[in-house]
């Protein structure tokens, strides 16, 4: 069975605090992991897609890198605006579906 | 934004009674998926469609069917709605490219079963 799990749950940074959120995954082939963002009472927006380890993705303040185990999403000098919980999800190979982390809250606080 | 549309935003019913989601898309995507999210748990997958009248079960797919009976639309149906089925409703569909599939999500639907 697949697995994600993301810490920490809650992150509470101040403005211009650099940091990272841990997925940490479980899969039997990895196809792709794929970060989103959301924002309260909003659907995901897609952000990254990683497909082997090594692999590296930038958009502005985030940096999305993977290994065979986890991955990590830097924000580096985050603003208030960077507010949103982040979800990490896996899809296995050979299949269509998305197994999704429950998340973690990121609060910015200018 | 994909082209998703979802309606209703928000529906308040009672527990037993039928309801239906509507999942619409502009952009001929092939495959369509439905989720719910619910707290301290992440997205989980109910249904999903790959093609018009071909579709298949998720992870929590007990109390839910679904229909889709052309490419834009792809409806999902609580038969006998229970309070336990109180969620948000997101619909996606996904895009290939680099042999990759992403999923882009709709604004969700709220439901809440009293």
């Known amino acids: 069975e697949d697995q994600v799990t993301q810490s920490p749950e809650a992150l509470r940074l101040q403005e211009g605090e650099s940091s990272s959120l841990n997925c940490s995954y479980t899969v039997s082939g990895l196809r792709g992991l794929f970060w989103y963002r959301q924002d309260p009472g909003k659907g995901p927006e897609f952000l990254f897609t990683l497909y082997s380890a090594g692999e590296e993705k930038e958009k502005e303040r985030l940096k999305a890198t993977l290994t065979k185990k986890e991955s990590f999403l830097h924000i580096t000098a985050p603003k208030p605006e960077d507010s949103a919980t982040y979800l990490c999800a896996v899809q296995r190979a050979g299949s269509y579906q998305l197994t999704f982390g429950k998340g973690t809250k990121l609060s910015v606080i200018p | 934004d994909a082209g998703i549309t979802q309606s209703p935003r928000h529906k308040v019913t009672e527990t037993g009674t039928p309801v239906t989601l509507r999942c619409h898309q502009t952009?001929?995507?092939?495959?369509m998926y439905w989720y719910r999210q619910d707290p301290g748990h992440g997205l989980r997958l109910i249904h999903y469609?790959?093609?018009?009248?071909?579709?298949d079960k998720g992870e929590v797919s007990d109390g839910y069917s679904v229909s889709r009976s052309k490419t834009e639309d792809f409806l999902l149906t609580l038969e006998s709605a229970t309070s336990s089925q109180t969620s948000v409703y997101f619909c996606?569909?996904?895009?290939?490219?680099?042999?990759?599939?992403?999923?882009?999500f709709g604004p969700g639907t709220r439901l809440t079963v009293l």
């Open positions: 996606a569909i996904s895009t290939t490219s680099g042999g990759t599939d992403t999923q882009y």
């Open positions: 469609s790959y093609g018009v009248k071909d579709t």
């Open positions: 952009e001929n995507h092939r495959y």
